[in-house]
């Protein structure tokens, strides 16, 4: 079963506006990443926040980590055409045998020009 | 520049046939990972590996074997391609307790 489901699913809003994604996730993580993926390309990583950790930046993304609430979110601001993307969380946790990177369905934005 | 790099972009097979996916990473890392994406499922972990030899079941592993005989390459075998596994195979690497996923290409596959 996936480990982190993305809400929303789609999301389309015009270039300038504010993006956010929401993830939320099951189990205890080590950490949480976030990745995206241009159309049938692989995946880009974009930002990690470690489990102790409840906000981090980078450049344009701002992400968020409640443990309490087992949830994150990824927050793109001022949006550009060329952010139309999907966008994944992943988190990583142990499972008896190794740490595992689970993802969850993706939310997938469009930016319209 | 690092890379993750997969043997084939895109790959057709028959039914029944023996599917060999390869991924190499130049990144002396640990961790490998190989997942299945899919229209609405987002990505399925198949197998992950720690270690040379060193191999571990994820969420999805029947149909699936994978072996890492040396650090930078990881194989996904499909013992006998079923029309069920058309889909794109993704390989990833990472640091030990998992840092950040560097991705390959991915692998179209369609099974006929």
Known sequence: SQQGEEDPQALSIQEGENATMNCSYKTSINNLQWYRQNSGRGLVHLILIRSNEREKHSGRLRVTLDTSKKSSSLLITASRAADTASYFCATVHYNNAGNMLTFGGGTRLMVKP | ?112
């Open chain 2, 1 to 112: 520049d690092v890379k993750v790099t997969q043997s084939s972009r895109y790959l057709v097979k028959r039914t029944g046939e023996k599917v060999f996916l390869e991924c190499v990473q130049d990144m002396d890392h640990e961790n490998m990972f190989w997942y299945r994406q899919d229209p609405g499922l987002g990505l399925r972990l198949i197998y992950f590996s720690y270690d040379v030899k060193m191999k571990e079941k994820g969420d999805i592993p029947e149909g699936y074997s994978v072996s890492r005989e040396k650090k930078e390459r990881f194989s996904l075998i499909l013992e006998s391609a079923s029309t069920n596994q058309t889909s794109m195979y993704l390989c990833a690497s990472s640091q030990p307790v998992v840092g950040a996923g560097f991705f390959g290409p991915g692998t179209r596959l369609t099974v006929l």
